[in-house]
């Protein structure tokens, strides 16, 4: 099972970039897709992007050309690298193992602590 860890966030104002980091335990890291997720206050958490063991990425509509995601398989991490940030971009932001079935979802449904996001405006 796939255990990840999430950082990277913090404040900062709308238009502005931040980096989030995810290390994930796992002999099989670099076979998996993994994905972010995001959950804002009292709203249901909402998939972001994913990337496929061949690199391949897919995003939400509502992040694409702002966002962009990526993985390193030597260090069993992803990355999520969020441009031109919205305040409609606050939120928990956690990433984990995914799959694909009419939509990206995580089969496992365990969710580490995730890492905070508040844009200001």
């Known amino acids: 099972q796939v255990q990840p860890v999430e950082s990277g966030g913090g404040l900062v104002q709308a238009g502005g970039p931040l980096r989030l980091s995810c290390a994930a335990s796992g002999r099989s890291f670099s076979t998996y897709a993994m994905g972010w997720f995001r959950q804002a206050p009292g709203k249901e958490r909402e998939f972001v992007a994913a990337i496929r063991s061949g690199s391949l990425t897919y995003y939400a509509d509502s992040v694409k050309g702002r966002f962009s995601i990526s993985r390193d398989n030597a260090k069993n991490t992803v990355y999520l690298q969020m441009n031109s940030l919205k305040p409609e971009d606050t939120a928990v932001y956690y990433c984990?193992?995914?799959?694909?079935?009419?939509?990206?979802?995580?089969?496992?449904?365990?969710w580490g602590q995730g890492t905070q996001v508040t844009v200001s405006s």
């Open positions: 984990a193992r995914v799959t694909y079935g009419s939509y990206w979802y995580n089969p496992s449904d365990y």
